[in-house]
């Protein structure tokens, strides 16, 4: 299927987004980073949500999520599953663990877990960073992801579409 067989669904998928998930992520987001009175579309919390939100129930969730799923230091240990030197295993976890140093991997995994307990998904991006000749990865917004939505598991997604704003000149180059 070609690009311009995509866009309609996209653009269908896009407005979808716009007008149920994006609000929920919205309010999500602020009960997260406890505005709860500064609800707008609602004129403030419900009772129920007010007794929710009065222990803040969303952040604990959060905060629990992350101390027990993400490691502190995350380090790769590589394993040979054949006869292979000792030199070239270390030389493999060396480059993997330098790239989880440098490029803040921690705070991507912990943005990233926020985002899935949050809105129920949170997305890795790998990119190679020409200055530094590495790997880096980035926790995307979700909120600038859109992908099938008719996908079930992973494996059927179609398109993956990340909204970046970038200048015309960086366009060009």
């Known amino acids: 299927m070609k690009l311009n067989e995509y866009l309609p669904t996209i653009h269908r998928h896009v407005e979808s987004f716009k007008s149920s998930e994006k609000l929920a992520f919205d309010r999500l987001l602020r009960f997260y980073q406890g505005k709860f009175y500064t609800d707008r579309e609602a004129a403030g919390p419900t009772e129920s949500e007010l007794i929710v939100t009065s222990i803040n129930l969303t952040f604990a969730i959060v905060e629990t999520a992350l101390s027990s799923l993400i490691p502190r230091n995350p380090q790769v240990t590589a394993l040979s599953r054949g006869p292979s030197p000792g030199d ?6 060396g480059v993997v663990n330098l790239s989880l ?3 803040d991997y921690y705070s991507e995994l912990v943005l990233a877990l926020q985002d899935a307990v949050l809105y129920g998904r949170g997305v890795l991006k790998t990119v190679w960073d020409k200055q ?3 790997p880096l990865v980035r926790a995307c917004d979700m909120r600038a992801v859109f992908f099938d939505l008719t996908a079930r598991r992973p494996s059927d997604i179609r398109y993956w579409v990340e909204a970046t704003v970038i200048s015309e000149d960086e366009f060009k180059s």
Do not use: K, P, T, Y
């Open 132 to 134: 530094r000749d590495l």
């Open 101 to 103: 140093d440098s490029s």
């Open 88 to 93: 070239a295993l270390r030389g493999m976890e």
